[in-house]
């Protein structure tokens, strides 16, 4: 994990921080909770619609269900709206970046 940059950092050395923090965003990660929620969800959806817990036969066909439409509803999510605007904030982390040096080299070439 990325820790965020400080308050006292330079200006570069934050950029680049963000720009690693943007791609580690993008890991794939997003199973294991899917996976984590799909195992605890069934004993108290199946206890509240049968009022006992449930067999490992429903457990283990409920998790796979659960697993199934949560990971791939993650998955649209991520593939519609948050990669898009990952990707942008890189560009946007990038182009700032590659300004910021070219700011630097013109202000050493005016001093000169």
Known sequence: MVEPPDKDWPIE???ERFIMM???IDGGT???INLLAAFI???PLIWYVND???TFKEWFYSTFIIFIISYFAVLWMTINFFRPNILQLQDALNDLDCSHHTA???DKYDRE
């Open 13 to 15: 050395d934050k950029i």
């Open 22 to 24: 943007s791609k580690e």
């Open 30 to 32: 997003t199973w294991t």
């Open 41 to 43: 969800i069934p004993f």
């Open 52 to 54: 006992r817990l449930p």
């Open 104 to 106: 630097e080299i013109n």
